[in-house]
């Protein structure tokens, strides 16, 4: 099974976000489904259960506190050829939590990539080019207040995030595991 760590939208942000794709830039047939967008802090792959112990016995004693996030640009990799939200100015907790979690992770022998860390939400897969610069200028805030441990899973109607276990964010403490 594959995994990562990340944040969920709220449904009122996907809808909003999608309104907004829809108006502001070209149909993609490849375009990610709302109910897929959230923002990936690291990505495990595989992990046996050993490994997911230690992480998240790792998580359950890290105090996580809130923080919020302006999706106000676009981005384009050509290589993996996805098209995504982004944030010009990266809170510094999104780059904390980045920072704890893949030590966490590396603690807990899975073996991640290391780039910098650059939160998106994934818009389109499969993008053939960089679109032209949208019709709308992009102005989402989103707050943060959950870490999540998703699972990627595929099925004959495409991929889909289920959530494994979320930690519940605390401005005054540790976070609360659900």
């Known amino acids: 099974m594959r995994y990562f760590l990340g944040f ?18 070209p149909h993609y047939d490849s375009a ?22 230690a992480l998240c016995s ?3 004693n890290y105090e996580i506190r809130p ?3 302006t999706f106000d640009t676009l981005g384009f990799w050509s290589k993996p050829r996805i098209l995504w939200l ?12 980045n920072k704890q979690l893949s030590d966490f992770s590396k603690q807990a022998g899975i073996t991640i990539q290391t780039r910098p860390y650059v939160p998106h939400i994934t818009l ?11 019709l709308i200028e992009p102005q989402f805030a989103i707050k943060v207040d959950k870490l999540h441990l998703f699972e990627s899973v595929s099925g004959k109607q495409g ?18 595991p659900r």
Do not use: C
């Open 8 to 25: 969920d939208l709220s449904a009122k942000s996907k809808l909003a976000i999608e309104a907004w794709r829809e108006k502001a830039l």
């Open 32 to 53: 990610v489904p709302a109910r897929n967008f959230h923002i990936t802090s690291v990505f495990l792959g595989q992990v046996n259960n050993h490994q997911m112990d």
């Open 58 to 60: 790792n998580i359950d």
């Open 67 to 69: 923080f919020s996030l």
């Open 86 to 97: 982004g944030t010009t100015h990266t809170d510094s907790a999104a780059i904390a939590i």
């Open 124 to 134: 389109i897969r499969k993008a053939k080019d960089n679109p032209p610069a949208a």
């Open 159 to 176: 991929v889909h995030y289920p959530i494994r276990q979320t930690w519940t964010m605390n401005p005054f403490g540790r976070p609360s």
